[in-house]
């Protein structure tokens, strides 16, 4: 099948959405989905045009409330397969009540948010991921807001699934994708996206293959979490209760954490969002939680069954917990 739609694509030369684009397009047809039982549904931003080059449905909707579209599209029609594509500015400045509230219920929804940490649409501003000291044109002797960790502000929101990869990495994308396709649930994938007209080269120290082997850090569950071009780095418990690297040599490969994403408790994957810094210096990669629990949508129609197949007296009793109508 071809996702790819009629539309001339029309971000800049060497947008980092380019890259994403076509990964998508590639992976959309291993779900083995129809094209209109399928649904992008996007905010507002330079990746918000994503819906449009796609063969798929999809809406250019609201300014941050793309997943309040996209609830509403996930609760109604439990036979589509709905996406968000969002960008930083979108999904964490005015849509920042929009998101956590989507992860919080468990809707369930995939969440693709394009994090380039700068507004390209409008321009260049500062967004809510960008660098203290970013000098753009909103903040001209440099940014002092301390930025999101979207990942560990996923998980403070309860959020079932929570990934992250890099737009040029299409193989690592795509295995997150797939899974996040696969999860019953709010799925968060972070995608760290070059802009090469605002924020040019911002991950660039995690694509060069020297500097990403000491930076990267691969979570792969089942497998002892460890880095380095030699894996001589690992990832090991610290005294606050949560995770600090350590060289393999002088600790033992023994004390290294084992990666399982599908720990309940959220400070596991809390604690690894954590290791990463905003300037890259240790970034983990892959799919840090995927847990099972019960979806908003699935819940809420069966509360819209229940009533409806209920007797007038049951549904009385249903309704208002009383056996019988009374005036307030
Ligand atoms: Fe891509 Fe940046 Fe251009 Fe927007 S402004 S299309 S993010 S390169």
């Known amino acids: 099948k071809d996702f790819k739609s009629d539309q001339e694509v029309r971000w800049c030369p060497g947008c980092g959405d380019y890259v994403v684009l076509n990964t998508v397009q590639s992976f959309l047809p291993t779900l083995g989905l129809k094209r209109e039982n399928i649904v992008f549904v996007s905010g507002i931003g330079c990746s918000s045009r994503f819906p449009y080059y796609l063969n798929t449905y999809g809406m250019h909707s609201i300014h941050g409330r793309a997943p309040a579209i996209a609830t509403g599209l ?6 589509l397969s709905v996406w968000v594509v969002t960008g930083d500015g979108d999904a964490l400045s005015i849509g920042g009540n929009h998101l956590i509230h989507a992860l919080r219920r468990n809707v369930n929804i995939k969440i ?6 700068i507004y390209g649409l409008t321009k260049g501003q500062y967004s809510p991921t960008s660098d203290p000291g970013t000098i753009t044109k909103s903040t001209p002797m440099g940014s002092v807001d301390t930025p999101f960790n979207p990942i560990s502000l996923a998980l403070g929101a309860e959020a ?3 990934g992250r990869a890099l737009d040029s990495d299409k193989k690592g994308l795509t295995e997150v994708l797939t899974a996040a396709a696969q999860h019953r649930g709010s799925a968060l994938v972070e995608i760290y996206q070059n802009c090469p007209i605002f924020n040019d080269g911002a991950f660039d120290v995690l694509k060069d293959k ?3 082997a000491h930076r990267i850090i691969p979570l792969r569950a089942g497998e002892p979490i460890r880095f380095g071009p030699e894996g001589e780095y ?10 600090e690297i350590a060289k393999v040599a002088e600790v033992g490969e023994s004390e290294l954490i084992v990666h399982d994403p599908a720990i309940e408790d959220t400070a596991y994957a809390f604690g690894l969002s954590r290791i990463g810094d905003q300037h890259l210096n240790h970034t983990p990669t892959g799919i840090f939680r995927q847990v099972s629990r019960p979806t908003y949508d699935d819940q809420a129609r069966a509360q819209v069954e229940q009533a409806r197949s209920a007797k007038p007296a049951d549904l009385q009793a249903l309704l208002t917990g009383k056996d019988t109508w009374t005036v307030d």
């Not at 693709?112 to 940490?117: A, E, G, K, P, T």
């Not at 690992?234 to 995770?243: A, D, E, H, K, Y």
């Open 234 to 243: 690992g990832v090991v418990p610290n005294r606050w209760g949560g995770f």
């Open 112 to 117: 693709l948010l394009f994090n380039n940490r």
């Open 74 to 79: 996930a609760t109604t029609r439990p036979d």
């Open 210 to 212: 020297d500097e990403a």
């Open 160 to 162: 079932s699934f929570v």
